[in-house]
C-alpha cells in the first residue's frame, strides 16, 4: 500500500480501482503516468497510488522501471500497463465444416489462432475437433487451460442463454443432444459461455464500426441469421433474438424438412444458385450458365448488365427486404450490415435491397457490407470474452 | 456540513450523494434513518451525514424532527424523506380529441390532472387547449410554470429526438409545421422533451409490469403504433421505433391518402368495422347487422360465437401477428401487451393472435392485454420526465 490508511469505503475503493484499471485499458498498449490517470480518472493523487499499487499485487497492471529522470529534471515518473498475460481468454468458433480457436490477451493482443477442418459431419465427431483445436491453441501460447480467465463459444443455433444448453441447429446433427457448456467447463476452470455464431459476429461488427447506435449485423452465406447489439451491447430478448432466417417471406417456400427456417430455403446461397439456375433455363440467351453456377457467378453476371441476373439479384434483395422491414420499422436501426458469402457480391445487391427498404420503410437505415472476414465470428466471441473479464474486477 | 473535512474527490462525493438520494426514494414515502441508509449504500456514516445534508440544503430531501428516544432509549433517530414539492414535473397528453395534462411530484405523486376535450381540428385550435390545459394543471397543484423541474410532451406522429420537432403526424393537419417544444420551453425554465405517444404509453405498460425484459407495447384503436422496451428503457433507434402501423400486410391495401400506414389502414379499428360489414352483407343471418356496427360489437358477436364475426376477428388476428412476426423474431420479446381500444375485445382476439405467433415464431412471447386505461400515455409521460429529473443530480 502507498499510503498508510485506505481511503474510502470498500464499494468506492472497487469503483476507484475499475477506474484505474479502464484508464490504463485505454491508453494501451502505451505506459501511463500516474499522474495521467490522475488527470483521467479525477481521483486524487493518494486514491490513484493505491489503486495501482493493489491493482500491481494482483498480477493486473506491470510497473515499469523509471527510464530516466523527466527534462525538467524532476523525479522520474512511475508509469504502469497492463500486464497482458494476467487475464487471457479463449473464443472457439465452432461451424459445422471448422472449428476456429482464438486466444488473446487482456488488451486484446492474439496470443494464438488455430484453424482445423471437420471432416466427418456428426456432433461427436465435432466436438472431438473442438478439444483438438483448444489443444493446439493454447500450446501454441504457452498457457496452461487453468491460465484461461474466460472461454465463449459460437455456435450455430439457438442457444439458452440461463444454461447454455444448445435449443436448435439444423446445420449440425445430433448437436443439440452435446452439453458443449459442461464439456468444457470440465476442462476450464473459468466461466464457459455458449453464443450464437450471429450474435457473435454482431458484436465484431459493432466494434468495428463504434458507433454507440443500433444495429443489425446480417450473416448471409448457406446460413441467414442476424444479431442486434444496441448501445454496444448484445440484444438477446428471450435467447433466440435476430434469427432473421425463421421470417416467413411471402408465397410459397416448400419445406426442405431440415430445420432450416423459410427465409433461409428462400434466400440462402443454395436458394440464390437454384433462382439463377431456373432463370438459366427459361432464357437460354442469359450469361448464367446452368452448370458451374454459384451465388457469386450470378452477383458478377448481375454486374456485368446481364439482365436475368439482375433480375435474379432483384428478387432476392426484395425478398429480403420485404422479409426484415417489419423489424426495420420496429427496430429502427442506424444500420443494416452484411457480412458472410453474400458480401461478396457487391454493389449491385446492396443497391437494390437499399432501394426496396426505402420504399418499405419511414427512416431507411444505411445498409453496407461487413469489412470483416471469416473470422469475424471468433473475433466477437474473443470480444464477448474480454468484455466479461472487465466486467469482473480483481478486487 | 457534518464533518469538517469533505469526504472524497469531487467525482465521489457526486455518485455518494445520487446513491444516498436513489436509496431514499425507494423507501418513499416512507422517511429513512441515517443508520438505513447507510446499509442500504454501503457507505460510512460520515459519508452518508454529508450527502444527506448537502441534499436537505438544496431543497431535495427533508429531515424529520426525532419524534421520541428509541426504544433502547439512545439518542433519537434523525429520518429523512423526499421534499416531494422540490422539483415537480408536468406531463402532456396531446391528442387529435383530448388534451391531458398532470403533475407529479418527486415522489410521483399526483398533484394535479386535466383533461380538456379539442373542439375543432387544427394545429393552432391544439396548441390552444394545450396552453389553457398546461394553465389549469398549474393552478389546480398551485405552482408556477418556473418551479416544474421537467416537462414531457406526447404527441402522435413521429419525432425527431434531437430537436423535438414532429416529422409526421397524419391525424393532426398542420402539426408538423408547429413548433411544440420551442413554444414550450418559452413558458418554462426547465427541459422540455416532446415523445411519441406509443412510446410513452410503452414505458407506462413496462412501469405496470417491472420486468426487466424486452416488451412490445401496441396502442391499438384507430391509431396503430408501437413502443420498445428494452430493460426498464425506451429504445427509439433512429427515432421512429415502434411504428408497426407502417408495416406492409400481405395482400393489397388500397392507398387512403392521409398518410395513414399500410397495417394501420388493413386492421385498425375503422378497418375492423368495415370488415364486419362487409362480412354482415354476405351473410344475411349473422349477428353482425349493417347498421351500428363497430369494432366492440364485431368482438362481442365473435365471443358469443357467431361465425362471421369469428372469421373477421381471425383474419385481423392472423394480419396482425404476421405483420408483426419479423419483429418478433428478430426482437424477441418477452411480451406484447396491446392497449388501445382493441384492448376491450376480450380473449377471442388474444386467443387468435396467441396462436397465429405460435406458428410464425421460435419462441413466441406472452400476449396480452393492458391493464392501463385512457391516461396510460400521460403517466409514461409523467414517467420519463421523473427519469430525466432524477437523471440530474443536485450537486
Redesign the interface.
Known amino acids: 500500500m502507498a499510503e498508510e490508511r485506505a481511503v ?5 475503493r472497487r ?2 480501482t475499475a477506474a484505474v484499471l479502464r484508464a490504463v485499458r485505454d491508453c494501451a498498449p502505451e505506459p501511463v503516468r500516474l499522474a495521467e490517470l490522475v488527470r483521467l ?4 493523487r493518494p ?1 490513484v497510488g493505491q489503486a495501482v499499487d493493489g491493482l500491481v499485487e494482483a498480477g493486473w497492471l506491470q510497473q515499469h522501471d523509471p527510464a530516466a529522470a523527466s527534462p525538467q529534471g524532476g523525479r522520474p515518473a512511475v508509469r504502469v500497463s497492463l500486464r497482458g498475460r494476467a487475464a487471457p481468454v479463449l473464443g472457439l468458433d465452432v461451424g459445422p465444416h471448422t472449428v476456429s480457436a482464438g486466444i488473446d490477451d487482456l488488451a486484446a493482443h492474439r496470443l494464438a489462432a488455430v484453424r482445423l477442418p471437420v471432416g466427418r459431419t456428426g456432433a461427436g465427431r465435432l466436438l472431438g475437433v473442438v478439444d483438438e483445436a483448444v489443444g493446439r491453441a493454447l500450446a501454441e501460447a504457452g498457457l496452461g487451460a487453468d491460465e484461461i480467465a474466460a472461454v465463449v463459444v459460437a455456435t450455430p443455433g ?1 442457444v439458452d442463454p440461463a444454461s447454455g444448453r444448445i435449443l ?1 441447429a439444423p446445420s449440425v446433427p445430433g448437436w443439440t443432444s452435446v452439453n458443449l457448456s459442461e464439456h468444457l467447463r470440465g476442462r476450464f476452470g473459468c466461466p464457459v459461455q455458449v453464443e450464437n455464431d450471429a450474435n457473435l459476429a454482431a458484436l465484431a461488427v459493432a466494434g468495428e464500426r463504434s458507433g454507440a ?2 444495429l ?1 449485423a446480417v450473416q448471409w452465406g448457406e446460413r441467414l441469421g ?1 444479431g ?1 447489439v ?1 448501445g454496444g451491447r448484445l ?10 432466417g ?3 417471406p ?1 408465397g410459397d417456400v416448400p419445406d426442405t424438412g431440415d430445420g432450416r427456417g423459410p427465409l433461409e430455403r428462400a434466400i440462402g446461397a443454395e436458394a440464390i444458385t437454384e433462382r439463377a439456375r431456373r432463370a438459366a433455363r427459361d432464357r437460354p440467351g442469359t450469361a448464367l450458365q446452368a452448370g458451374g453456377l454459384d451465388a457469386a457467378a450470378v452477383f458478377a453476371a448481375a454486374a456485368a448488365g446481364d439482365e436475368a441476373a439482375v433480375r435474379v439479384v432483384d428478387e432476392v434483395a426484395a425478398s429480403f427486404a ?6 426495420v ?6 444500420a443494416v450490415v452484411i457480412g458472410g458469402g453474400v458480401a461478396r457480391a457487391g454493389s449491385v445487391l446492396l443497391t437494390a435491397i437499399t432501394r426496396h427498404l426505402g420504399r ?4 431507411p ?1 444505411v445498409v453496407e457490407f461487413s469489412g470483416l472476414a471469416e473470422d469475424t465470428v471468433l473475433t466477437g466471441a474473443l470480444r464477448l470474452a474480454l468484455d466479461e473479464v472487465w466486467g469482473r474486477l480483481p478486487v
Request: hydrophobic share 45%; aromatic share 2%.
Open positions: 474510502g469505503t470498500p464499494v468506492l469503483l476507484n480518472t479525477g481521483l486524487t486514491t439457438i436448435l447506435g443500433t443489425l442476424a442486434v444496441i440484444h438477446r430478448g428471450t435467447g433466440s433474438a435476430g434469427e432473421i425463421f421470417i416467413r411471402p420485404q422479409a426484415i422491414a417489419p423489424a420499422l420496429v427496430l429502427a436501426p442506424d418499405l420503410t419511414l427512416t437505415p
